[in-house]
């Protein structure tokens, strides 16, 4: 499909940067326009991939941020994107919506400006177009503590009753303990940028194809089309070895599939590995509501008929009839990959953790403020209260 993308904050900056070196390493057209929305003017500057022109600073003038970020700070992040909502507004006049399909809104959850100001972009950009916007989120880890997470659980109510599909990446599931918090973070976007521009760049192409099975963005729309929250699945294997060098193939998990001989066992097996693998978002995977399987390779890698048996696969394993299948063929992709979106997932603990632990934080929180107060009150006060203020 034609995704108009913009990132709000740090995290989501950085992932839509992610998801343009990926769309212009393997020759894509997913992402007609991009913008990157933060209040910190250093965070504004990280994107490797991004126009100046496409960079928006908000809450310059606004005294709890001016320019240096929200201190993580959910409210303020929201206050802030409300103030400048002109700025917003102008910034998005400029997307020509007849050239997308869909918006796809990119924050991460734990901290001020991404979980406070991607809700207010969000329903703007509903007020403004009948396309539908999604979002992308991504869950605090558990170890970062329940500030992050009192944030995550608020922003996700606002995000997924605002948005036509939220689809969520769990950082504790894609922590990596021998790596350094900044090599972990580059690595977990491309990992969320490579599953994200195979699905939704799935039938986008320079010429039109012939490709009989070719996926089309109605499907994708179709599939997205539940107001839930949404994981993904993936898998890939080589299939040019003397290929891939440098950048791109870092982009890949290079699983070797044994059984190479027969094209449709090799897609079915692939599809099931994706399914199996480690989700954005680990759920039950037979709590969706819907499934989407892109498959994306060489022309001469597809078949038919290994879509069609992994299809009927995965609708038993959600139970329900609901799965759509396409082909993404790519002329030139050294690489085979099974994307697997699983729409409206129910059942998945991580929600339910993020939710008991910002429970506990927003207590403790408001415990500590009833004792500080006291506290104060004590400290400034003689202790037979016998001297006034002067004001
Ligand atoms: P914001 O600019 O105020 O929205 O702040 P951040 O985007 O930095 O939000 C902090 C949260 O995002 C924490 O939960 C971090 O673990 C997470 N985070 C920060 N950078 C990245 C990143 O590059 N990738 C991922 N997956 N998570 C990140």
Avoid at 266 to 284: D, F, H, M, Q
Avoid at 294 to 319: C, F
Wanted: proline share 3%; charged share 30%; glycine share 10%.
């Amino acid at each position: 499909m034609k995704l108009g993308i913009i990132g709000v904050g740090n995290a989501g900056s950085k992932i839509v940067d992610k998801m343009v070196e990926f769309e212009s390493l393997t020759d894509r057209k997913l992402c007609r326009h991009v913008m990157v929305i933060n209040t910190a003017r250093t965070d504004l500057s990280k994107p490797d991939h991004i126009p100046d022109s496409q960079r928006i600073l908000i809450g310059d003038t606004h005294q709890k941020a001016k320019g240096h970020g929200v201190g993580g700070d959910v409210e303020v992040g929201a206050e802030v994107a409300q103030n400048d909502i002109d700025e917003i507004r102008r910034a998005f006049d400029d997307v020509d919506i007849h050239e997308v399909d869909a918006i796809l809104v990119c924050a991460s959850l734990g901290g001020g400006t991404g979980s406070g100001a991607g809700p207010v972009v969000i329903n703007e950009l509903q007020k403004m177009y009948d396309e539908p916007v999604y979002g992308l989120g991504v869950l605090p880890g558990k170890y970062e503590g329940g500030r992050p997470a009192l944030n995550a659980a608020r922003s996700l109510q606002s995000f997924v009753n605002n948005t036509d599909n939220f689809i969520a990446f769990d950082n504790d599931a894609w922590r990596s303990k021998d790596q350094t918090v900044g090599e972990g973070y580059e690595g977990m976007n491309r990992e969320l940028a490579t599953r994200l521009v195979t699905l939704l760049g799935a039938g986008e192409y320079d010429e039109p194809t012939v490709a009989e099975n070719a996926m089309d963005s109605s499907d994708i729309i179709r599939t997205l089309d539940t107001s839930g929250i949404s994981s993904i699945g993936y898998a890939s294997t080589s299939v040019d070895k003397t290929n891939g060098e440098g950048l791109l193939k870092r982009f890949r998990e290079d699983h070797e599939i044994e059984d190479g001989s027969n094209a449709a066992a090799k897609i079915n097996g692939l599809v099931r590995r994706a399914v199996n693998s480690r989700l954005t978002l680990p759920c039950e995977v037979s709590s969706a509501d819907r499934a989407l399987i892109v498959l994306s390779g060489p022309p001469s890698e597809l078949s038919r008929k290994g879509l069609e048996s992994a299809r009927e696969w995965i609708e038993n394993e959600v139970d329900t009839v609901e799965v759509l299948a396409g082909d993404d063929p790519r002329e030139n992709a050294t690489a085979l990959s099974a994307v697997v979106l699983l729409s409206n997932v129910t059942e998945t603990p991580r929600i339910e953790s993020i939710q008991d632990q910002a429970v506990e934080a927003q207590e403790k929180i408001a415990e500590q403020e009833a004792v500080r107060e006291e506290e104060i009150a004590d400290l400034i006060t003689d202790s037979d209260g016998k001297i006034d203020p002067v004001i």
